[in-house]
């Protein structure tokens, strides 16, 4: 009876000692004890270890290395990712997806290394992981939030599930030049607009709390002045004053920086002369300084060792010694830190207080994530099992793919079509291809996922339509094709649906174009169908705004589609035969021709305005096109129509403390519900620099039924009318403010109202 006791008191020790090594193997060696919640019990756990660290464990973390489960840069010779993880010299991976994969990386760093700091794994989850959402252009034509935040919200989960903890998005650039591919990326050319949508997405990603194993860290990119690189010519030099700068294009950094965005990234191009990855006055002085901001921020793709393209860096070293004071806390896969820091640090380039501060960033990040309490928190291969493509997160698909479809032409209500038709002709190289659907970026999405445009109408018509379908032509051929399938078809029809567009691929990073127009034979395709009088409605399918000037003199009906995932197909249907009334409007400008580009609404005046449609040789006109947006900001139409009365305010003047409320009556003129963006803009009259001709300063989506009136309120603050002033100050003057309302940024109610000292 004692050896039977004996021999059980040893199997449960060993079953205890089992079990605790299977527990406490979930921390890292650096984990601590509980789970502690307050800040300064943060700072106290990540000061001990890095007081434990050896200098090249320190520069290990600021040393990130690119895996192979996608390409999205130049390929660079890396070290032994066994050897350097082991030896703790690689503090994240990015391009490294699964969660059995990503398990095995963590388990080597968190068990084999001498602390056990865990990786962060970062991916370019931009919009979806494996379901796909619209591209970042197309969801921010929704104006809605919501819906924006929510498509975050599912792309976290996904990716979360597969090992990812870290997406570099969202990308918050304001772009005015259509010619540039990464416009697709963004929310479009407006500052005011471009925060909402920083701010939504990075709450999207983070969720309420960042230890939630759901919630990834999010990335604000490319700081700065990125959008605005010259000629549309992606990764060249952009030349902004600090005004400009300021007033357009860093307020959706900051807006991220406020929603606690966990990291930022350097962009690729140089500033003014100074490449943004060594660039003190966006690094040291706003961002880290006058923002205050606590996260750590990563250079580009190899951006540190292109220093020495740019020509500001003779080698490695020296490109190193520059990024790390300029504060630039991580490289991103040039080996520069990895390769170069330590000697620096020796020779008294680089100090230890920058690798500290830089170390304490990452770390920081990675406690915030939950990483040392739990580094396999985001590697569970049963979450992963269930968590993609969940039928909820399909439905959430369609539902935003529907609300970021822009209508830009109705004529004689040619839409919605109806479902009982006899004939329909669907026509076009991207009517029945899946992939194009993707857009740019599109993560782990699979084309076979993809519902095409010809299967959504499919499904969506009456079972007495006969559909007809033929490609018509290839995207982008470089030589005549014959169209007489498409036209035997269309011959047949009582409607035609054209689907022309742009290769997905030719949208975002390194896809730069001096011709915006439809590629190929599309166009002499539409013509050719144009002219057998049939109905027609043109859809686009493409990341960037197009030269469509034929089509809106020539086409009946046009639909922005953009590129809309994995639902793209059902979510055009509801919207072409009405079970959903589009609400889409533009966030950026549609040209009347790539002459024309950069194109913004909010530009300053001139000496010579411009005055009426009338040409003036001595006004600012061209001689050969008009100077205004073919379909300008804000723009987007309704299956039914909206009349704008009574814009009033609640006084005519307003103090430096105090506010001013202005109301409009929206009423719904038409014969079904619709939705509709009621935006608001001012305009400084007179001040100290010349002021933009209308900005952005409010909007508000609302639905109305047939015949019914809101009234729509706005409360205007000073701090809604302050700028840049002459001196470089951010302030306002008293004096006259123009105000405006409408549906979008041209046609639209006025009113004014004066600012006084007191």
């Not at 019914?708 to 840049?724: A, R």
Request: aromatic letters at 8%; charged letters at 25%; proline letters at 4%.
């Amino acid at each position: 009876m004692k050896k039977i006791s004996r021999h059980f008191a040893v199997y449960v020790t060993i079953i205890l000692l089992l079990f605790a090594g299977t527990v406490f193997g979930q921390k890292s060696k650096a984990s601590f004890s509980k789970k502690a919640q307050t800040s300064s019990e943060m700072n106290v756990f990540i000061e001990k270890l890095i007081s434990k660290m050896t200098l090249e464990e320190k520069i290990g973390q600021m040393n990130q290395i690119a895996g192979d489960d996608a390409v999205t840069g130049p390929v660079n010779p890396s070290s032994s990712k066994g050897e350097d993880l082991r030896k703790g010299y690689i503090g994240s991976i990015l391009n490294m997806d699964g969660a059995a994969k990503t398990r095995q990386l963590q388990k080597i760093v968190v068990e084999e290394s001498r602390l056990g700091i865990p990786l962060i794994i970062g991916f370019d989850v931009i919009h979806g992981y494996k379901t796909i959402f619209p591209i970042p252009l197309a969801e921010a034509a929704s104006w809605d939030l919501d819906i924006i935040q929510r498509s975050a919200r599912i792309a976290a989960t996904e990716a979360s599930a597969v090992g990812i903890c870290w997406t570099f998005a969202p990308m918050v650039d304001i772009a005015r030049d259509a010619r540039w591919g990464r416009i697709a990326e963004g929310a479009g050319e407006d500052p005011f607009y471009g925060a909402k949508v920083a701010k939504a997405r990075v709450q999207g990603f983070q969720g309420n709390d960042l230890r939630s194993n759901t919630s990834i860290a999010a990335c604000a990119k490319h700081f700065a002045g990125y959008g605005a690189a010259e000629g549309g010519l992606d990764y060249n030099s952009s030349d902004i004053p600090e005004r400009t700068l300021r007033e357009f294009y860093l307020p959706p950094f900051k807006a991220a920086a406020e929603a606690k965005a966990a990291t930022f990234m350097n962009a690729f191009n140089n500033l003014n002369g100074i490449p943004a990855t060594i660039n003190e006055l966006l690094v040291k002085q706003i961002l880290k300084n006058e923002w205050n901001f606590k996260g750590f921020i990563v250079s580009d793709y190899n951006s540190i060792a292109e220093l020495i393209a740019h020509g500001v860096a003779a080698n490695k070293k020296d490109a190193a010694e520059l990024a790390a004071n300029a504060k630039c806390d991580m490289d991103m896969d040039s080996h520069s830190y990895r390769n170069e820091l330590v000697n620096l640090v020796k020779e008294g380039k680089v100090s230890m207080a920058i690798i500290n501060e830089a170390v304490k960033r990452i770390l920081t990040v990675k406690y915030e994530l939950g990483l040392f309490e739990n580094p396999y928190k985001y590697c569970d291969e049963t979450r992963e099992k269930t968590a993609l493509l969940k039928p909820e997160s399909i439905a959430a698909a369609r539902d935003g793919a529907k609300r970021s479809i822009v209508l830009l032409k109705n004529e004689n209500q040619v839409l919605p079509l109806n479902k009982q038709i006899k004939n329909l002709a669907v026509i076009g190289p991207l009517a029945d291809n899946r992939k194009e659907m993707l857009g740019c970026w599109f993560a782990k999405g699979d084309a076979k996922n993809v519902v095409t445009v010809l299967q959504g109408i499919k499904s969506a018509v009456s079972q007495n339509t006969t559909v007809y379908y033929a490609k018509g032509c290839e995207i982008n051929a470089k030589k005549d094709e014959n169209f007489s399938e498409a036209l035997e078809i269309a011959s047949k029809a009582d409607a035609v649906v054209m689907v022309v567009g742009e290769p997905g691929e030719w949208t975002g990073e390194a896809h730069s174009l001096t011709d915006i127009g439809l590629p190929g034979n599309q166009l002499e395709l539409i013509k050719a169908i144009h002219k057998t009088g049939k109905p027609m409605i043109v859809l686009l399918a493409n990341g960037r705004p197009l030269t469509i000037e034929w089509l809106a003199n020539n086409v009946p009906a046009i639909v922005e589609t953009w590129f809309l995932g994995t639902e793209a197909g059902n979510a055009i249907a509801d919207v072409l035969f009405g079970d959903y009334n589009p609400s889409g409007k533009l966030t950026v400008s549609f040209p009347y021709n790539v002459g024309q580009e950069p194109l913004y609404y909010n530009h300053q005046n001139s000496g010579r305005p411009k005055k009426g449609d009338q040409l003036d040789i001595y006004r600012i006109n061209y001689m050969d096109s008009p100077t205004e947006a073919l379909y300008p900001f804000g723009f987007g139409l309704s299956y039914t129509s909206f009349n704008y009365s009574n814009i009033k305010l609640d006084k005519p003047q307003m103090s430096m403390n105090d506010k001013i409320r202005v109301s409009v009556n929206i009423t719904n003129t038409g014969k079904v519900a619709g939705e509709e963006v009621v935006q608001l803009y001012l305009h400084d009259v007179v001040a100290t620099v010349s002021r933009p001709v209308k900005e952005l300063k409010g909007f508000k989506k609302i639905s109305l039924q047939p015949g019914e009136m809101k009234e729509v309120n706005f409360d205007i603050s000073v701090e809604d009318l302050k700028y840049y002033n002459h001196k470089m100050k951010w302030s306002t003057d008293p004096g006259e403010f123009q105000l405006f309302i409408g549906g979008n940024s041209r046609d639209l109610l006025q009113t004014s109202f004066m600012l006084t000292e007191k």
